[in-house]
């Protein structure tokens, strides 16, 4: 009788241990970016033999593809908690401009972008990456099909200006490493105005 339930406790502490490790670990990245990180490193870091790591993550790849996982998750609620502070549709999509700008000072990027550019990528780890790319999807396509239908924004296909307004905010982070939040921030808003232009309702 008592199997199940403690199966189920267990369960539940290997996936928080998994988290640990993983948010112990995304300093360390931070800091010294995904190449120069070390197993030894996370071993250290988390107080833990290489055997107890790799009893969670069978590779450091896949431990660092399981916290890109967790931060996508973390921005998401941030953004959940900021919504309902807005109240059109247009507001949101503002909001979320801010929302891509704040999240350009977290420390794991660099470790992000470096990863990204660097690895040899197998159709499993591609796959992966566009399941974390999509989690924001279905928040800017909600966002959209309230829009037109509250008439803010001109009837259309709300996947394409989904897809249309995240690759506007996915490039725009390469100014980062040109250019300060403030003067970021500005160039966001001003790429939003330029794109209601086209598909705000009259």
């Not at 996508?72 to 908690?81: I, S, V």
């Not at 309902?84 to 660099?110: E, F, M, Q, R, W």
Request: proline letters at 2%; aromatic letters at 10%.
């Amino acid at each position: 009788m008592e199997v199940f339930p403690i199966e189920v406790k267990r369960r539940k502490d290997v996936a928080q241990i998994k988290k640990d490790i993983a948010r112990n670990t995304k300093e360390l990245f931070a800091q010294k970016g995904y190449s120069a990180t070390s197993m030894e490193d996370i071993c250290t870091i988390n107080n833990r033999s290489k055997g107890s790591i790799y009893y969670h993550f069978k590779s450091k790849e896949e431990l660092f593809m399981y916290l890109i996982k967790l931060n996508n998750e973390d921005w998401m609620d941030a953004w959940l908690d900021k919504e309902s502070g807005y109240k059109t549709a247009i507001d949101k999509l503002y909001g979320l401009a801010d929302h891509y700008v704040d999240d350009l000072a977290n420390p794991l990027n660099h470790a992000i972008n470096e990863f990204v550019s660097g690895q040899v990528v197998s159709q499993e780890m591609l796959d992966e990456m566009l399941s974390l790319i999509r989690i924001p999807y279905a928040t800017y396509e909600s966002i959209i099909t309230k829009g037109m239908e509250d008439g803010e924004l001109k009837p259309d296909d709300p996947q394409d200006v989904m897809h249309i307004i995240y690759g506007l905010f996915s490039g725009l982070t390469t100014l980062y490493y040109e250019k300060d939040l403030t003067d970021i921030r500005r160039i966001y808003h001003k790429g939003m105005a330029s794109l209601l232009a086209g598909i705000q309702q009259g």
